[in-house]
């Protein structure tokens, strides 16, 4: 008597056309560390997001969940709804939104690289003035003259921040 084989079942072409029971995992590990980064998210953008309402719920309801356990269910149930969407264009999202968070970063940075260089270097004054002729110049170098003066007098840096709020005026934020 001999034993069925449930192998000779399946054909070759169903077993290629099938992903990989290690691809799928991968899949699904994917999808829970999008729900992750969802998770992180404030709850403002989350509902910017136009998910299901189901995984809405879940991702809020993460945000609360303070035990490890817990938090760590709620992660697979995230990720368990997440297979339901399409994750193309929710990362596509989280993408640009860190994108254009990295992009005012880094106009705060040029702004902090200007003040520094204007408050170092007085030729930089005339460089500044040069690159954005909209500047008034008077007003600039006011600023500027308050700073030494505070930097020598030990004050509170207002005219430092003053300073900071006439270049963010000044030069336009670093667009798409």
Do not use: C
Not at 28 to 41: P, T
Not at 78 to 85: P, S
Not at 87 to 113: F, G, I, M, N, Y
Request: aromatic share 4%; glycine share 2%; net charge positive.
């Amino acid at each position: 008597m001999t034993v069925p084989n449930h192998q000779q079942d399946i054909s070759d072409s169903d077993l290629e056309s099938r992903p990989s029971k290690t691809r799928l995992k991968q899949e699904m590990h994917a999808l829970q560390v999008l729900g992750e980064r969802l998770v992180e998210l404030e709850p403002a953008r989350i509902t910017e997001l136009d998910l299901p309402e189901k995984l809405t719920d879940a991702l809020l309801e993460a945000r609360r969940i303070t035990s490890h356990g817990a938090r760590r269910r709620q992660m697979q149930f995230i990720g368990k709804l997440m297979r339901a969407i399409d994750p193309v264009p929710v990362q596509e999202k989280l993408d640009a939104w860190q994108h254009s968070s990295l992009k005012h970063t880094a106009w705060l940075h040029q702004l902090e690289r200007w003040r520094d260089r204007l408050i170092s270097d007085e030729a930089a004054v005339t460089e500044f003035v040069q690159s954005y002729p909209q500047t008034d110049v008077r007003q600039l170098r006011t600023l500027l003259r308050n700073v030494e003066k505070e930097k020598l007098a030990n004050k509170p840096p207002k005219s430092f921040r003053a300073l900071f709020q006439l270049l963010r005026q000044i030069i336009p934020e670093i667009s798409a």
